[in-house]
């Protein structure tokens, strides 16, 4: 024990008289490398070094092929020829497609500030060469064996941390699903619960189905019997024989003159202006109705409220009244006229637009 604690006072006085000499001291992780590599002086010609499924020999071969760049052509000296700098190293591990799989810049120019110290057997003792010797590039390629070991160790940590958490959340993801899954088929037992009906009640619903459908279908038959009967009917379908139900008159003066006048120039019919006012097909008009459609017609300079309560004092404008007031011809059948005018009122509201906006352009 004693022998052993000299041993330690004495390696102690020699770095402290290092550091001293240099002037500088090594980082924190400079003085971990240089832990794991003793000042002991290699008795060895070349190292051999694994990255992943690489294997390197490192000898004097490879380090004077890498050492060409400073030769005697570019006016550097032979002792010069003998070291290697930063840059050259750097094209030795990219040579060997170390840098970047393995290792990165910074952890080679850890390597390589840690390997270039002032070695006992070292041939630069100048601390500013930043150099490597032949047996400091051999350690130096230790080092970064070293590290790609530990990079590789804290890579395989990670990855196996990175697999737990995806397990887990397959895991969790699996479990919502299961439980999504069982509440959907609660709720569809449910509702099948709650929608079963007894045989009669299905016959009844049936039943009505058919009638539903069947009426449908009549009502399209009759729709379109209306609809052939009305293209072949043209504008002399309001000449019928008889007397007609409502006389028509032309006005010549006043707020109803204006309206009517604004009419005749959209229309065809009196009636077809009731249906393009009708929005909801009722057969009646609110006052609101009633002034929004003037408005849209472009019924402008008159009051359209007095309007409106010269037509009906009520406020609601039924067919009879707005034919009695505005239609400028004989209307025999009323209903008549306002059914073939509701089944062309599409291609009716699509001329009026286009008169409207003719006569704005």
């Not at 240099?22 to 924190?28: A, E, H, K, P, V």
């Not at 970047?100 to 080679?108: A, D, R, T, V």
């Not at 399209?220 to 052939?228: D, L, M, N």
Request: with cysteine; glycine share 4%.
């Amino acid at each position: 024990l004693a022998q052993g604690m000299q041993g330690f006072d004495r390696a102690a006085s020699a770095a402290s008289a290092n550091s001293q000499e240099d002037g500088q001291w090594l980082s924190d992780d400079e003085d971990g490398l240089a832990a794991d590599h003793p000042n002991e002086q290699f008795d060895v010609d070349q190292v051999v070094v694994k990255f992943g499924q690489a294997t390197i020999t490192c000898n004097r071969e490879m380090f004077e092929r890498f050492c060409r760049s400073n030769d005697v052509n570019t006016g550097v000296s032979a002792a010069r020829s003998a070291s290697m700098d930063l840059n050259e190293t750097i094209k030795l591990v990219r040579y060997h497609n170390i840098l970047p799989q393995y290792i990165s810049k910074p952890e080679l120019a850890k390597a390589f500030r840690a390997a270039n110290r002032d070695h006992e057997w070292s041939r630069s003792n100048d601390s500013d060469l930043h150099e490597l010797d032949f047996r400091e590039f051999l350690d130096f390629m230790l080092r970064l064996q070293d590290m790609a070991l530990e990079r590789s160790k804290h890579f395989d940590e990670a990855h196996r941390y990175a697999a737990i958490i995806i397990q887990k959340r397959a895991r969790m993801n699996q479990a919502q699903a299961k439980v999504k899954k069982m509440i959907n088929d609660q709720e569809v037992e449910r509702l099948k619960l709650k929608r079963e009906f007894s045989d009669e009640d299905q016959k009844r619903v049936i039943k009505l189905q058919s009638l539903a459908r069947a009426r449908k279908e009549q009502a399209k038959i009759h729709q379109k019997a209306a609809w052939k009967q009305a293209t072949k009917t043209g504008p002399e379908r309001r000449y019928f024989k008889g007397k007609p139900a409502i006389k028509g008159r032309v006005r010549s003066e006043g707020l109803l003159a204006v309206v009517q006048k604004r009419l005749m120039e959209l229309f065809d019919l009196c009636q077809d202006g009731f249906v393009f006012m009708d929005n909801d097909g009722n057969d009646k008009l609110t006052k609101i109705e009633f002034c929004r459609g003037l408005g849209k017609i472009g019924v402008k300079g008159i009051s359209l409220e007095k309007v409106s309560v010269i037509v009906a004092a009520d406020g609601l404008v039924d067919v009879i009244e707005f034919l009695r007031t505005f239609s400028w011809h004989d209307i025999r059948g009323v209903d008549a006229a306002i059914t073939e005018s509701k089944l062309q009122r599409s291609n009716m509201v699509s001329k009026v637009q286009e008169k409207i906006q003719s006569t704005q352009a």
